[in-house]
């Protein structure tokens, strides 16, 4: 029987860091998501109560508060490490094993990268940072 | 009274003159409530067809070798009663996601060599001299890691796992089981040599939590709980600065 | 034969291995909601993108800025929370398996865990739910 | 051709054989070891041993007490300067489980805990909740696997033993998984290969315990020692056998007869549930007898009754028991009384070997339940088993280490041919064997009724002549086997024929050794010699084999240091 030399087994950092984020985007998108869908997406809409992206005023006077803007970055951004995460294995489990190679890596994670950043560049231009 | 009677339909191949798996059916007395699968199957090989082949020991749920897949689901054979099944019938397949050996036998290779690259056993910069005694170890220690140790590598889980039968690089949930059990053992310092492997790309990483495992291991070990926990604790290890310590 | 690399001796023999069939996930009840569960990012990212969305058109100024209230919108905010909650529940409930702690040498229980990710649910979308009502008109 | 070869070659792959493989390279790193196991080392029937494993760790306690203990146990049969090296080696190999992280239950303090059990006189039996043997096992071989010399052939299982000018210089053994036929040589063989409780019908045994080991050093030449020597443990499940470990007598359970009455009163009065099994087992029956038992389905039964020590002392020491309950009565434990019997459990008997494990045939060693070193006499006490695997494992490891050190390397010239011939030996009479009508079911469950029935917890001369009869019977149907599969892949029904053929020939020795040991010493209770004669039998039966069924039957005196052989009574 012939021995296989077996390469040497180090962690994977990379996989480590992007599970790290994957979980944490998973807890912020839990906690933080399902009010927002509530209060913006249902009730708001159906006018049932008064909501504060209703109105231009409101909605660029809250989106001008540093606070509310590293929220909402956080609220947007992190949870699609976990998107990103959750869709790459959604298709190595219907039979796409090239979801794991490192290209689909860079393509899934990267696009959460590109979120991220676009999510910073919208909310700086969008509103003025104010602290009234 | 009529004699009771069961359909029991089992996997046969012979790989010297099958090409692929087939379903044999026999029909079997159900004579006893107290009748398990692994009964059923005795009674075939001793009185039906002496050629069907499974593994079968201690028929009390603690060797782990007669686990099968029965009716779409991975069972310890030895422990599932017939009184459970009948009047429907039984169907027993080898357990999913592993090579079909002969019959009813899987090939578990990979997994003893899985369970090697592991290192289970305790590991100590210093070891203790026979002499000094044992170390001293409080029950809530044991607590810790008692779960882990509970494994009787059945492999139901590596057979309830999509990740594994997907690809079967993917370590698994009972070597990271055991590897946790031992990383949990306060007489044990070898956490660090275990992270090469089981942090490793093939590693805890590729456990999507489906959680099945832990559906269908017999012996409580939570597998899945096992790998999430060392998925947190290793990438706070490495992320959080102060993790990285003994 | 190497007694230093190999420390078992199997033969070789042909074994059949069945492929993993694409429908595994229809299989069993456990598999199709774990797939369910793998999905809601789908929704969810959609729903975030349109937050952003929103975020972006209030950069273009007061007559440019319509607040949506279309059916559709509505209909695709429901199936969003649909998704959503259900990722709730699925992750808080599996953070009491993941998380582990200790107060005073004994370990937490995974209930009292799983209670108090609900709990940090609740206050969090009670205190969201406020600021988004309140500074609203 | 080229054969496998080994310095040192262990078959078996239960606790006595991993300690031993263990032993080797730990007493010379240099030496390379095999290791041949019908069934993976995890799955050997070491796991289901439950209670515990007996070792002198208490400043309470005392080498003598346990050698005195196990001595009076064993009805005097035991050697005792044995017993006296094993007292004193156990809390070592104890601790050194402990070392390789047997998790074993503790004390608050955090030292070992021990337990009472049956027969000894202070709590002594260290244990790993209820699941010893399970913990004990899983430990050595996941320990073994760290020493890359320990080189294993699983699924192998052994038909022979390569015998030249007297010296054992390896096995034939065949590949289950390609069925091919390997001679694997060695300086050195050490059995390891446990017991044989699938000789009888009813027992607590696995089926794998075949007493393989035991027929092949038999058919090499070694005598069978003390073979008479069966051990029938009170608590076993009705239709199952699953074993009801001592401990929960250890623990506190009650043993009550269908009239509610702890009926030991009349025969283990000081001891109660906390006496030596053989004298509980034969109570029981008693008791059955004089129709003080439950009826059940699956024929008569008593009750062990642990409802009174709480929830909370059954779920940390007796989780598996439980587990059990549920699992295989469909009772719970906390709530409702155990139907137990006596189930056929252990063999005192077995290879002749010394103290170091060596038998008469050079090179031929055996440690653990195959072997008889002389430490269990006429009774096994509960818990000291395991400790023997520990302690006779280890110093078979060590005296075969030393022994290969100046042993000559094997030849492979008479090798070949041996192979040769038992290959051909396997294909003829079995593999490509066309005629034949008798089921290997048939005649195994017809032999163990004939074994449970004619040599169980009570013999006579007429039950056991009568067995002999019986016996001879079977072998003649065996001449006229059918073998339904011809494949040489994982072929169990081959498994099965060896298996049988070697238990007819134990079956055979335990047979002739107990219609010889015309007294009642032990677990050999004689109806018809009921007392214990020291005059003609304070002896070793030792059993060769023949060319007729019956074997040749030598005795040899017990060797006596300390105590004094004296009435048993507890
Ligand atoms: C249910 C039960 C409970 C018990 N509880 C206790 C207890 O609490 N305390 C105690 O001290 N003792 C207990 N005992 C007894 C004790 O467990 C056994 O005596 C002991 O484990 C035997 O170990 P072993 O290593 O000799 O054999 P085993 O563990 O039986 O191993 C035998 C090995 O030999 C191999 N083998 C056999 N034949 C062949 C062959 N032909 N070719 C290749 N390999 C072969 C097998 O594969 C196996 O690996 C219990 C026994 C039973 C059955
Ligand atoms: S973790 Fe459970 S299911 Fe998996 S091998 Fe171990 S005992 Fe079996
Ligand atoms: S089923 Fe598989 S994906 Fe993970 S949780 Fe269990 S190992
Ligand atoms: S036969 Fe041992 S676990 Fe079923």
Redesign the pocket.
Known sequence: MSAKPKAVQKPALAHLFWWFMFSQGGLFAAVLLPVHIVVQGILGPLGIVPVVDRHYDTWISILGNPIVKLYLLVLISLPFFHFAHRLRYLLVDLGVPAAKTVPAQAGFYGAAVVVTLLTIYVLFTTAPISLG | MAEKRITVRATRFDPAKDSEPRLQSYDIPFSDDSMVVLDALNYIKSHVDGSLSYRWSCR?GICGSCGMTVNGTPKLTCSAFLRDYWPGSITITPLNNFPIVRDLVVDMEDFMEKLKSIKPWIIRKQEMPLGAGEHRQTMEQIDDFRQFSQCINCMLCYAACPVYGLDDKFLGPAAIALARRYNLDSRDQGTKERLPVIAHSDGVWECSFVGECSVVCPKGVDPAKAIQQTKLDTSVRFILPYGNRE | MSAETETSSRVATRTYKPAMPAGWWLRKGHYFWYMVREFTALPLALWLLWLLYEIQRAGRGPSGYYPPSSTPFVVFSVICLLFALYHSITFLRLAGVILHFKVMDKPVPSGLVVASQFGAWLVASIVIGAVLIGFGR | MDFESYDVLV???????IRAAIAVVETNPSLKVGM????Y?M????????????AVLRPEDSYETHAYDTIKGSDYLADQDVVEAFVREAPIEVIQMEHWGCPWSRDPDGKISVRPFGGMTTWRTCFAADK??FHM?HTVFQTSLKYPQIHRHDE????KLLVEDGRCVGVV?IDMRSGRFDAITAKAVIL????M?RVYAFT???N???G??MA?AYRAGVGLKDMEMVQFHPTGLPFTG??I???VRGEGGYLTNKDGERFLKRYVPNKMELGPRDIISRAMITEFEAGRGFEGPHGKYMHLDVRHLGEAVIDRKLPFMRELGREFVGIDIVHDPIPVRPVM??MMGGVDANISGATPVSGLYA????ANVGLNGGNRL????????LVF?AATGRAAADYVSSAKAVSANPIEGMLKDETKRIEMDYLEKKSGEERIGAIREDMQLSMDAGAGVFRTREGLENLTKQLGKLRDRFGRIKIEDSSRTFNTELMSV?ELD?MLEVAEVITYSALAREESRGAHARRDFPERDDEKFLKHTIAFRTDEISPRLEYRDVRITNFKPQARAY
């Open positions: 009390m | 078959v078996g792959g239960g606790l006595a054989g041949v196991s019908k069934v080392p799955r050997s029937h070491t796991v289901s041993a439950e209670g515990g494993a007996a010893t043997g096992l192998a299982f052994v038909t053994a390891a290969t446990g017991g409780g607590t045994n696995g794998i315990c075949t393989d080991g092949l699953i074993l470990t001592e401990a459990h252990y440690a653990g339940e195959c509960g818990s000291n088993s395991l400790s023997e695997c494992g060896l070697y």
